[in-house]
């Protein structure tokens, strides 16, 4: 069965410091990875993906994303974390094999809270 | 920049009553989707449309929901017979295309559903 975790529910940082968000996933064959980030009362805005390519990607907001195949994670980090980060973080994978082309699997999300 | 718009943001119905919840997606998208997240659970995927049919669909998209694009701007999702369990964040998202699945989903703000 496919699917993504993010083993932490809260990432609390500090203004300044770098983070990371983790996300591991299980799919079979090659995975598209996506991050997401909601702010309260709004949608998911897209951050980043890995299709192929170079294991680190550079996404909006000064993100960027690691992968692993190995360890099968996807990691979100950010090398200066500002307050205006504060926000949900969810992890996606779309698997093109065994079906599902079209759907998103999500991670259940975690919360980064980035103090001044 | 293009946004997916979805409409009303909180919509408030009767059990056993039919509820229509409008979206508009980004205008050279093809291909529209529809999730949920129920209050504290993760994102969850519901049903995909191209080419004005179903392209694939949960387990959780059963009978007493349905999706139409009545015209060349609007998807909707209508829910014929409201449980109290449909209570969520319902999100519509779409993308430029699906089958190589390397285009992210832009996703709207989201209706909130409260069934009494």
């Known amino acids: 069965a496919q699917s993504v975790a993010q083993p932490e529910d809260q990432v609390n940082v500090a203004e300044g410091n770098p983070l990371t968000v983790k996300c591991t996933y299980s799919?079979?064959?090659?995975?598209?990875l996506f991050w997401y980030v909601q702010y309260p009362n709004r949608g998911l805005q897209f951050l980043l993906k890995?299709?192929?390519?170079?294991?680190l990607v550079k996404g909006s907001y000064g993100f960027e994303a690691e992968f692993n195949k190995s360890q099968t994670s996807f990691h979100l980090k950010k090398p200066s974390a500002l307050v205006s980060d504060s926000a949900l973080y969810f992890c996606?994978?779309?698997?093109?094999?065994?079906?599902?082309?079209?759907?998103?699997?999500f991670g259940a999300g975690t919360r980064l809270a980035v103090h001044p | 920049e293009p946004e997916v718009t979805q409409t009303p943001s909180h919509q408030v119905t009767q059990m056993g009553q039919e509820v229509i919840l409008r979206c508009v997606p980004i205008?050279?998208?093809?291909?529209f989707y529809w999730y949920r997240q129920i209050l504290g659970q993760k994102v969850e995927f519901l049903v995909s449309?191209?080419?004005?049919?179903?392209?694939?669909k949960s387990e959780i998209f059963d009978d007493q929901f349905s999706v139409e694009r009545p015209d060349g701007s609007n998807f909707t999702l209508k829910i014929r017979s409201t449980k109290l369990e449909d209570s969520a964040m319902y999100f519509c998202?779409?993308?430029?295309?699906?089958?190589?699945?390397?285009?992210?989903?832009?996703f709207g703000d989201g209706t909130r559903l409260s069934i009494l």
């Open positions: 996606a994978v779309r698997s093109m094999f065994s079906g599902g082309y079209n759907k998103l699997i």
């Open positions: 205008s050279n998208h093809l291909y």
């Open positions: 799919v079979s064959g090659n995975p598209y």
């Open positions: 449309f191209y080419n004005n049919e179903i392209s694939e």
């Open positions: 998202a779409s993308s430029e295309e699906a089958g190589r699945g390397n285009q992210p989903q832009h």
């Open positions: 890995y299709i192929t390519g170079d294991n």
